[in-house]
């Protein structure tokens, strides 16, 4: 553990607030759940990752790819959960890139899906660029990971049926994800 140098009081509600610059590295979202632990007198705090999205990861890149032929990537806000035919093997587990993470957000704000102008790498290693990427958010518009898809043959695009038929995936996981008020 790496200490910050930055020091919180705790208020009369017991509340602390993190500072932005560490909500911001560690990606740390309004509405995102943190898990407390203890460690002799030490007090940390843990993102929680959906794990939602890692039970249905399978499924979904696995069907996708049938459908499509494009492979797929599934992933949360940190790491890839799940990738799909060779992918899988180099890039389950990996953490994904900034820009992942960057495009994310941004598609969230339109609340949309995007076919990517420019490539995009999901990990720092990867040789194969994503294609198309939509985000998995809830109805409250929550971000809990992307799905992507990945090239397959030189300049081969998505079809109107591949672009729906991962749309209807995001939305089904994040649907899923949706916590009744």
């Given amino acids: 553990m790496k200490a910050t140098g930055i020091a919180r009081k705790v208020d009369d509600l017991g509340r602390i607030t993190i500072p932005k610059e560490i909500r911001t590295a560690m990606r740390i979202n309004e509405e995102d759940k943190l898990e407390f632990y203890v460690e002799g007198k030490m007090i940390g705090l843990m993102?929680?990752?959906a794990d939602e999205i890692s039970s249905y990861g399978k499924l979904i890149?696995?069907?996708?790819?049938?459908?499509?032929?494009?492979?797929?990537?599934?992933?949360?806000?940190?790491?890839?959960?799940?990738?799909?035919?060779?992918?899988?093997k180099r890039l389950a587990g990996q953490d994904i890139t900034?820009?992942?993470?960057?495009?994310?957000?941004?598609?969230?704000?339109?609340?949309?899906?995007?076919?990517?102008?420019?490539?995009?790498?999901?990990?720092?290693?990867?040789?194969?660029?994503?294609?198309?990427?939509?985000?998995?958010?809830?109805?409250?518009?929550?971000?809990?990971?992307?799905?992507?898809?990945?090239?397959?043959?030189?300049?081969?695009?998505?079809?109107?049926?591949?672009?729906?038929?991962?749309?209807?995936?995001?939305?089904l996981i994040g649907g899923i994800l949706d916590e009744p008020d």
């Fill in 61 to 88: 890149a696995t069907t996708l790819q049938a459908q499509t032929g494009f492979p797929v990537v599934v992933c949360d806000t940190e790491k890839i959960v799940y990738a799909s035919g060779d992918l899988g």
């Fill in 98 to 171: 900034d820009k992942v993470y960057k495009k994310m957000l941004q598609l969230r704000q339109k609340r949309n899906m995007l076919i990517l102008d420019k490539p995009l790498w999901p990990t720092v290693d990867e040789p194969h660029a994503a294609v198309a990427m939509v985000p998995i958010l809830n109805n409250k518009q929550d971000i809990f990971g992307a799905i992507l898809l990945m090239e397959k043959d030189a300049g081969e695009m998505p079809d109107a049926g591949d672009l729906t038929a991962i749309q209807t995936a995001a939305a």
């Fill in 47 to 49: 993102k929680q990752v």
